[in-house]
């Protein structure tokens, strides 16, 4: 295993990257910006080194950077975490080029994959179910609003290399695609450096599960069953569980079946998500491939009993995986939220200083956390600051105990979005399992959505 790895991210993702690694004896190396200098992250490294100013051009984008510090402590392999230089397709051959393991898929995969267009093409040569849609970068407004047609609307005006929901938009008509086409397009070169748009046809109430897979360098692929991360806003997922309580175990298996096939299909190694748009028929569509740990991790880790970071790690060290789809079992049911530092009623960010931290305890309860009691939530980064997982025998014991926790935060200083996550968890659409990906439009309270639309 290795010796010595570096950890280049920050926030919850790079503390539950670091406590694994030293469950495996490995020494990590963190790294900081000025804004983090007193971070959990950089608390918890063996090593940690400062990288640069607070915004993440000055620091956590910067590749120069994080190979100097490669070189200068000896590390082994980089772990990317999610976001940031995580899908940077450079960054992993720059990691290749210096003698670093990328813990991750090939530079080569990290590219096709991000690319909407690219991994549409992929799939469809696969064989995988995708969304009707086209395989092109559009020319302009107008081709757009002929693609449109072919379809019939409402359709999908997305970005090629977007994500987070960024440079993507629901369009009903010929007039919509033309107002929203340059826009989208310029957000997208602005966000992603690609302003590529494409059109795909609009699946209607549709869920938004995905399946988690390894896959090792020996040719063993397989699945971890599903999440379910239907409950979005802005097309941002809030709340993720596994397993889905919608889909059927023939449709499970066929899902988890396809997410072999797209993996093997373009040569996938370490730890990856296929996300699936799925309709009121179980019908399911190919969505995305990332290439990278997912945010909602831990609630796989919950009903598996899998550490997917220990499983990305000894991939990468080139281990065989040590099982075989048989004796991937499912335990319980585990639901996810993601605690941000925002105004409940405008969803604007709250950045600040946090007077008080109070966490729930308790059987099932497991936090991922970005801050600390007295830690100041700066307006350079996500405004996520911490994960709560919990995690019951059943759905309906596992809404309770996430009920339970909820009421159990306390957090002063800053303002959460914690009212809104009691307000769905309580909601009877959430415990009947109606849970579209327009559930925050169309269960909340509607001075929620009229706040929603003006940011």
Not at 264 to 271: L, M, Q, R, S
Request: aromatic share 8%; charged share 25%; with cysteine.
């Amino acid at each position: 295993m290795f010796n010595k790895v570096l950890i280049a991210n920050r926030g919850e993702i790079a503390a539950r990257v670091m406590r694994t690694c030293k469950a495996l004896g490995i020494s990590t190396v963190g790294v900081y910006s000025e804004a983090d200098a007193e971070a959990p992250h950089v608390k918890l490294a063996d090593e940690a080194y400062f990288i640069g100013g607070s915004r993440v051009s000055e620091s956590y984008l910067n590749i120069e950077k994080i190979l100097e510090v490669a070189r200068l402590s000896g590390a082994e392999a980089v772990h990317p975490g999610y976001g940031l230089v995580s899908e940077n397709a450079e960054f992993a051959r720059r990691c290749e080029a210096e003698g670093l393991v990328f813990i991750g898929p090939s530079p080569e995969v990290i590219s096709q994959m991000g690319s909407k267009i690219e991994s549409r093409k992929a799939m469809e040569e696969a064989g995988v179910p995708v969304v009707p849609g086209i395989t092109y970068p559009l020319a302009d407004a107008e081709e757009a609003v002929q693609v449109a047609n072919t379809f019939g609307y409402p359709v999908m005006l997305k970005a090629s290399a977007g994500g987070g929901g960024i440079g993507m938009q629901v369009v009903k008509s010929d007039d919509e695609i033309r107002k929203a086409f340059e826009g989208n397009r310029k957000r997208a070169t602005d966000f992603f450096g690609d302003g590529a748009m494409y059109v795909e046809k609009y699946v209607e109430n549709p869920r938004h599960i995905e399946i988690q897979i390894l896959a090792d360098g020996q040719g063993n692929t397989v699945y971890l069953w599903e999440r379910e991360c239907s409950v979005q806003r802005r097309h941002q997922k809030v709340v993720e569980e596994a397993p889905s309580s919608f889909i059927s175990e023939e449709t499970r298996q066929k899902m988890g079946q396809a997410a072999v096939t797209a993996a093997k299909a373009i040569g996938y190694k370490n730890a990856g998500t296929i996300e699936f748009l799925v309709d009121e028929q179980q019908n399911f569509y190919f969505l995305e491939m990332n290439t990278r740990l997912q945010v909602e991790h831990p609630v796989t880790e919950e009903i598996t009993g899998l550490d997917l970071v220990e499983q990305q790690l000894r991939i990468a060290f080139g281990e065989t995986l040590r099982f075989n789809q048989d004796d991937i079992k499912r335990y319980g049911h585990a639901i996810e939220v993601r605690i941000y530092a925002e105004d409940p009623k405008t969803f604007f960010p709250s950045p600040g200083k946090i007077t008080k931290l109070v966490l729930p305890e308790g059987a099932g309860i497991r936090h991922e956390l970005a801050v600390h009691d007295q830690s100041a939530v700066t307006p350079f980064y996500d405004p996520m600051i911490a994960k709560l997982i919990v995690k019951g025998s059943n759905r309906e014991e596992a809404i309770e105990n996430m009920q339970a926790a909820l009421e159990g935060y306390e957090v002063e200083g800053i303002k959460t979005n914690i009212p809104m996550l009691k307000e769905v968890i309580a909601h009877e659409a959430f415990r009947s399992g109606d849970t579209q990906t327009n559930f925050v439009e169309k269960h909340l309270q509607p001075q929620k959505k009229s706040a929603k639309s003006v940011k």
